[in-house]
């Protein structure tokens, strides 16, 4: 068994022009489409980091999950002609926002999925806003995509960071663990997840013995896990993830800070940073998911079917893609068009009710709410077989995972609609 990563990295030329051009895979109607279309095709893009620090976790598979779910819904409804386009920001909000920009104005794409970086999503949230187009987030960590920076068409299909670090603060603090010292990401994610857990410390009576950030993509966190060892705190909680998260706790291991004198918590961790870091290095990180492929024959079902394509199990990003795509696609069908307006009251409208989720529903604050699981990297000797790294440790309803409408500084809670 390999615990070595997989993933291909592709040249920077080819990056450029896989962010200038947009791949296209089109997905041929099985009748004349069923819906009043704008141009007679409905075209969902997928965009986020394709080869970078990030791609592990999103990429190409989310692309691959988004055709799955085309497919699927054309099974069960035919007649509607899709074409997806694909694109790599590279983790910069500038290529983000111009290709999404040229996809709405240019190729006539009518919703954006997945995304992943939080500084691109805040950059594409305002495109996306200003023309009137769907853009459904996974992966996307900062809470002002659904807070102050809201928006009628943006919508959090996974988590924010308040999902990530509500639950284990408390419980952690509860058990003694009232310290906290965080390494993070230096970009809108990482400061965010910070603020976000801090806030929380306050709240339940815990304190931040500090915080370092590191640059996205670095490869030396010598200096930072050196500040966090000192800081005397009782958890250091890592706010990064892919590569990031993987290179950090190598080095913590190469440290020799694995000793259990700090508690070490992964804020946002991913399926394939475990396999990445494999269970010598992982074992006994705790996470908050919102989804796992073996969580039942439901979601092991869709985890076979994604490895069949993939030659890996799904994470929960990818996972997010399809259910995204597919309740979209839904909600086309059921407006009868792809208008904007008539879709978002379609998917508002209509539950999720599938793998991914069971009865979850769009709030005012456009979040899907829904369950979420703590779960810890298993020990070495419990690992079975490749991809199955987690053991779920308490399931976190979705009462209590989200922060209380009554907090909310979106504007949509208040009725305030108007796009600006």
Not at 118 to 134: D, F, G, P
Request: a neutral charge; proline letters at 4%.
């Amino acid at each position: 068994m390999s615990w070595c990563r997989s993933a291909a990295r592709t040249s920077a030329t080819a990056v450029a022009a896989l962010s200038a051009m947009a791949v296209v895979a089109t997905v041929p109607a099985a009748a004349a489409s069923a819906a009043e279309l704008s141009d007679g095709v409905v075209r969902i893009g997928i965009i986020n980091d394709q080869s970078g620090t990030l791609s592990d976790l999103a990429g190409p598979g989310s692309v691959t999950a988004a055709r799955m779910a085309i497919e699927d819904f054309q099974k069960s409804t035919p007649g509607l002609k899709v074409e997806l386009v694909s694109a790599d920001h590279q983790n910069k909000a500038d290529i983000g926002s111009q290709t999404v920009r040229k996809w709405i104005d240019v190729d006539g794409v009518d919703m954006i999925a997945d995304v992943g970086n939080s500084a691109v999503a805040l950059a594409i949230q305002s495109v996306a806003r200003e023309k009137n187009k769907i853009v459904i987030y996974s992966a996307v960590g900062t809470t002002e995509i659904s807070g102050k920076q809201c928006s009628p068409t943006g919508i959090a299909w996974l988590h924010d960071n308040y999902n990530l670090v509500a639950s284990p603060i408390r419980r952690l603090v509860g058990e003694g663990f009232d310290s906290w010292f965080f390494i993070a990401a230096d970009y809108a994610f990482g400061r965010n997840m910070v603020a976000e857990s801090q806030r929380i410390l306050s709240e339940v009576g815990g304190k931040s013995a500090g915080a370092v950030f590191h640059p996205l993509g670095t490869v030396d966190y010598s200096s930072f896990i050196l500040q966090a060892g000192s800081s005397q705190a009782k958890v250091i909680a890592f706010a990064n993830a892919g590569d990031q998260l993987v290179a950090a706790m190598k080095q913590w291991n190469e440290f020799g800070m694995n000793n259990g004198s700090q508690k070490v918590v992964a804020e946002l961790m991913f399926l394939t940073d475990a396999h990445s870091m494999g269970p010598e290095i992982a074992k006994g990180l705790t996470t908050v998911t919102a989804w796992y492929w073996d969580l039942n024959d439901e979601t092991r079902a869709f985890g076979r079917r994604f490895y069949e394509a993939r030659h890996r199990m799904p994470t929960a990003p990818q996972a997010a893609v399809y259910s995204a795509v597919h309740h979209y696609l839904k909600a086309v069908a059921a407006a009868g068009t792809d208008s904007t307006d008539a879709v978002m009251e379609k998917m508002r409208a209509m539950p999720v009710d599938d793998f991914f989720a069971r009865g979850a529903r769009l709030r005012a604050d456009n979040k899907l709410v829904h369950d979420f699981y703590l779960v810890q990297v298993k020990d070495p000797a419990e690992v079975k077989g490749p991809w199955e790294y987690y053991k779920v440790v308490a399931t976190i309803p979705a009462s209590e995972a989200y922060l209380p409408l009554s907090q909310s500084e979106c504007p949509l809670v208040n009725g305030a609609t108007s796009r600006k």
